[in-house]
């Protein structure tokens, strides 16, 4: 998955573990797929490897490292809209369409990147 995205290797990976347990009961849901906490993306055991799932999460790690006030600020936005609406939400949802979008298309690929550093 990281010769298609590299940018994924900037975050860190676990299975299962307390955040996915209180995420799920923090949004009345037994089907959370993935949390992100900094720079760790927690994925629930019997999550698939999906990719728009990673790209998701991974864009929450660029909003945890964008503003110390990003967890406050999530859960601001979670009370206020509701999980859907939540900007970051949409942020995060927008990001992964977006940037998996650039790889069916050939544009941005790993192997098209190496091709033009190359020449
Ligand atoms: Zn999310």
Known sequence: MTERY???ADAVYRRGGVPIRLGGWAL???HVSGITLWRTIFLHRDARLDERLLLHELRHVHQFREAKTFP???LWQSLRRGYSKNPYEVDAR???AIRSRMNESGVFSGEDRGEEEGG
């Open 6 to 8: 590299p940018e994924l």
């Open 28 to 30: 009345g849901s037994s």
């Open 72 to 74: 406050l600020r999530y």
């Open 94 to 96: 927008r990001f992964a």
